[in-house]
Structure formats: C-alpha cells, structure tokens
C-alpha cells in the first residue's frame, strides 16, 4: 500500500526478536489504517514507503520498534562520501530561520566503523550551519529538529528523526511498580506488543477475558482504548481495579468464566489474552488444551467479522487443531522464549 504523500522512511528494529518487531509495526500501521510499502530490510533496519507522521505514530505506539527516521540520502558508509552527499542536500526545506537543530550520528555494527561519530556529527552540523548562513542554531539537548546518521554496514543513512519508542512509559508499568502484582505476569512491552498484533484501534473496545492483573488492559489504555476485562478469581480482578486505578485508567471489570463471556452482542474490534498455563497461574482445574478450546469458541461470537484475537500458548499446549476452527484463521505465529524453561507462542487469530 502506498499515496502519493509517502517518503522513504526507516525503522530500527529492537532486536528482542526475529519476527515480532516487523509483525507488530505492520500491525499498527494496518490498525491506524496507514497506507505503507515495504522496500527492503536489512539486519535491524526496515524500509519503508510510508508517510513521515505515520512513521511517527507507528513508533510512539510500539514497543519493539527503536525510533523511525525519515531518509534523505544513502551513501558510501566513508566519511568524504557522506560529506560530499551531506553539501548537496537542501536544508533549508527542512529548517526555519533561526531553528535549533541537532545531528547524531549511531552505529548499528561499531567494529565495522573507524570514523569516530563525534567527528562526523560536528562535521555535519558544521556543513549544515554554513549552508544555512548561520540563522539556526546547534542545540543537541533541544533541537527542533533532529538529524540522524546511521551506518549500516558499508552504507550510510541520513535523514530526519521522526520518534522514539515510549521506554520510560512501558518501565514505570512494570509489574513491581503496580500496587499489584503477581510472578506470572505480561511484561509491559509484551502486552503492548499482543494488542497492537490483535490490530487494536483508539476508540475501540477491547477485552481480555483473563485479564488476571490488568497488563494487557493498561497497554490497550494507553493507546486509546476502552478496556474491558474479566477474571473468575475475584482477589485477582480487585487487584486489576487498584492497578487500573493507580494508572488513572478506568475499566469495565467483572468476574466471570472466560468460556460464558459477559458480553453478548458481535461487535468487539480486537481481544487479546494470555489464559493461564497452570504454573505460577491457576486454571482453577480445567485442563490447559480444553481451557483454550471452550474459551476461544465464544469469543467468536463476540468478534466483529474481521476482528483479531491474539493470545499466548505454551509450546507444549499449542495444537493447531486447538484454535483453527470454523470460525478463526490462524493470521500470524510467533514463537517468544521467556525464559529457559518457558517458551510460548503468540498466536493471532482473525475472525472469518
């Protein structure tokens, strides 16, 4: 997909995993109902055709993706290169008179590189400064506008820093920041991951019906949703509630059997989930294959055609059989490890 206001812009991947952090930037753009094309992909670095604000928003929304920058040149990743290339930009369509702006300058493999950044970041504010006749002004604190160097192996990328990922958002969610918390719960970043994968939208309704201590439900508040949950053990949702609270996020909780949803009516856009496993979660007796069998059949009656449903499966639990039924097909497979002894797969499912 792709509009006439696209430029070429480019994504660092974070690295966490092969597959979830470009799974997941599509994800938002296809939520945000973001025209893109995908150019090319190299180690951590994707490129895209896409407009730079939606560039932005898929940034500032995702958890796995580094910072987006809009590219003005690619060049030979060797300094007389990049400065020749960098004297034939023109800057001033991209400063006002008396801005601030900034350069940075990273490295993607350093050992790779011998030019020292430092050198190369002052060489390049200096060039830009000079052709601009000195009305904008160095601020590397501040900058109004951020330009951003990348070496990529024997290429080089520069161009505009669109947005960074949320880190110190997603940090003061963790778990032992909230007034409750128990070992078994989503890291922040994984949830967000799970609802920007079920194509969560601002303004929609979203549900967890195993919402156990709300992580999933404080990801889809936080870009924009209105978070439904339910849980069967009561002590676990009054936990969800102080947790929502302490967030200033409001919430419809109740408790209820994830097999008989409180809801009623088709129309849900996007349920993400992460059952219980029965390990440092209970499933209160039922067996894990059939819990996932008997709870996934009524969402679908809840679920907009064309809806998503992510979720989290044990290895050992997943059986296709489980969650290809009549009424879902199997969107996306990812297989995440938690640690040595726990790896699941994240599991998107779309309504037929």
């Known amino acids: 997909m792709k509009s006439a206001s696209t430029s070429r812009c480019s994504f660092l991947l974070s690295g966490e995993h092969e597959s979830l952090p470009l799974a997941e930037l599509r994800a938002v753009l296809e939520a945000e109902g973001r025209e893109y094309e995908i150019l090319e992909r190299r180690e951590r670095l994707v490129f895209m055709r896409v407009d730079a604000g939606d560039a932005a928003i898929a940034t500032q929304r995702s958890a796995l993706i580094n910072w987006a920058q809009q590219v003005l040149l690619e060049t030979e990743s060797e300094e007389p290169q990049i400065l020749k290339a960098i ?7 991209y400063l006002r008179r008396n801005s601030r702006f900034g350069v940075r300058v990273t490295r993607l493999r350093p050992e790779l590189q ?4 430092n050198r190369l970041q002052e060489e390049i504010g200096s060039g830009i400064w000079r052709q601009m006749k000195g009305e904008v002004k160095v601020d590397l604190d501040r900058p109004e506008t951020l330009f951003l160097g990348v070496h990529q192996g024997d290429r080089f990328f520069f161009g505009i820093h669109l947005a960074s990922r949320d880190r110190q958002g997603f940090a003061e969610r963790r778990s032992p920041r909230r007034p409750f918390f128990v070992p078994s719960a989503l890291h922040p970043k994984t949830a967000r991951v799970m609802v920007n994968l079920a194509r969560t939208r601002p303004g929609d309704t979203f549900l967890d019906p195993f919402c156990g201590t709300g992580g ?4 889809a508040a936080a870009v924009g949703c209105l978070p439904i949950g339910s849980d069967i053990d009561l002590q676990i949702l009054s936990g969800c509630r102080r947790n ?3 967030y200033g996020t409001t919430f419809w909780g109740m408790q209820a059997d994830a097999r008989v949803p409180p809801l009623r009516s088709e129309g849900l856009s996007a349920i993400a ?3 219980p496993y029965g390990r ?3 499933t209160k007796g039922a067996e894990v294959a059939n819990l996932i069998r008997t709870s996934l059949l009524p969402l679908a009656d809840v679920l907009k055609r064309g809806g998503y449903l992510c979720f989290a499966v044990p290895l050992e639990f997943y059986r296709e059989d489980i969650v290809a039924t009549k009424d879902f097909s199997i969107a996306e497979a990812h297989t ?3 640690h040595r002894s726990l790896a699941r797969h994240i599991l998107v499912l779309q309504r037929r």
Do not use: G, N, Q, Y
């Open 216 to 219: 999933l439900l404080l990801e």
């Open 336 to 338: 995440m490890r938690i």
């Open 114 to 117: 011998s030019i020292p950044a």
């Open 280 to 282: 440092a979660s209970s």
């Open 273 to 275: 989930t992460d059952p």
């Open 244 to 246: 929502l609270a302490h």
């Open 87 to 93: 004297e034939e930009v023109d800057f001033s369509k």
